[in-house]
């Protein structure tokens, strides 16, 4: 019996048009993407209004697009771009078009409010379908690599140390350029670059260290402006117990609130310790606030650690599915602004595969990888 095999032949043509929606299955993720964000208004997206130039890409188009990429583990502008041609589910989502790694980082940036406005509507959506039940609300940090510069992110002390280091180097290579200078070749008209360098890092240091006062004094404008803000809404109440003036809004309310005072491991001890005892004993740190004092005493109760340890199946696996399945680590934004747009995307993406899973299974439907 002679060996068979399947036939391929990539330069058969299709006899008829292809369709795109037979290539991508019924339960795909892409579908409940699109689904998710038509129904966001058209005025949440800024958009060339006035018709001229050339023709933009449909927003909805690309936020799905954006949304569908970053759930798959797709970030960056260019493997985007990539995807409208070898992927079929973003191939299918763009409609067969392909917009450019420079269309795709614009409308990015441009367009946090967007994601935001979307994010609400995907919450809607989840209680709508009867998926989301708000609860025990658990806050908890990750570490992530940033895109930023090194001068946009030294402290206002440590560049008064550098520019102090740098004006000593400076001046000892202006005193050893007079000492060469006789046997110097160059024209005279630059610096030499072992002085060139040190002083163009010294400008910017500088520069730095201006742009963190202007921030400093903006937040203490603000500050004031909400502090007589709150003086004058205290001085309009009427009767004589006006109250303390508090930070947020007095009618929120009240929630119980659970704060690891020290590290967890050495404030639940445990019961059986395999690590060897320390020959001495280390002194505990003082507690001088009474917080701090209240909230130990708080978290010793064993009805309070049990609410505490809801993070390790709530906010947790979150940061664990987004930085290993999704393979987010970094930031490709930079600015506090665009960094938050950014996260806002990244978690955005996640609730949708969440909802699309949780939809799954409810209706007891596999989902795909």
């Known amino acids: 019996m002679s060996t068979r095999f399947v036939s391929v032949d990539r330069d058969q043509p299709l006899l008829l048009p292809p369709d795109l929606r037979e290539w991508v299955p019924e339960d795909d993720l892409v579908h ?33 697009l954006l949304i569908y990429c970053y759930a798959n583990g797709v970030f960056s502008s260019r493997r985007i771009e990539r995807a409208t041609h070898r992927d079929v589910g973003v191939r299918y989502l763009s409609g067969d078009t392909h917009p450019d790694h420079d269309t795709i980082a614009k409308f990015r940036r441009e367009n946090f409010d967007a994601v935001a406005a979307c994010f609400v509507h995907v919450l809607e959506l989840a209680h709508e379908l009867k998926l989301l039940k708000v609860g025990t609300v658990s806050v908890d940090g990750t570490t ?8 946009r992110n030294v402290r206002y002390d440590r560049a008064g140390e550098l520019l102090e280091q740098l004006e000593l180097e400076v001046r000892e290579l202006m005193q050893q350029a007079e000492r060469v200078d006789q046997r110097d070749e160059a024209d005279g008209q630059s610096l030499p670059e072992e002085i060139a360098r040190p002083e163009r890092l010294k400008v910017k240091l500088e520069q730095a260290r201006r742009r963190l006062e202007q921030r400093a004094q903006k937040r203490a404008q603000a500050q004031q402006a909400h502090y007589e803000r709150k003086v004058r809404e205290r001085q309009q109440r009427e009767g004589r117990s006006k109250g303390r003036i508090l930070e947020g809004d007095e009618d929120e ?64 696996p979150v940061f664990g599915t987004i930085k290993k399945w999704m393979g987010f680590t970094q930031f490709l934004l930079r600015g506090h602004e665009k960094v938050s747009g950014e996260w806002q995307l990244v978690t955005l993406a996640y609730d949708v595969k969440r909802l699309w899973r949780m939809q799954c299974a409810q209706n007891k439907a596999r989902c795909p990888a």
């Open 32 to 64: 409940f993407v699109i689904q998710a964000v038509e129904g966001l208004d058209l005025a949440a997206f800024k958009v060339n209004v006035k018709g001229s130039g050339s023709a933009q890409y449909p927003p909805h188009m690309m936020l799905s």
């Open 253 to 316: 309310p009240k929630m119980e609130v659970l704060v690891s005072a020290h590290a967890e491991a050495k404030q639940l001890r445990r019961k059986h310790d395999f690590r060897p005892r320390a020959t001495e004993e280390k002194q505990a740190p003082q507690i001088r606030s009474e917080f701090v004092r209240e909230m130990k005493q708080k978290m010793e109760r064993t009805e309070s650690r049990e609410k505490y340890r809801l993070r390790k199946q709530t906010v947790e």
């Open 144 to 151: 992530l690599k940033a895109n930023a510069g090194k001068n």
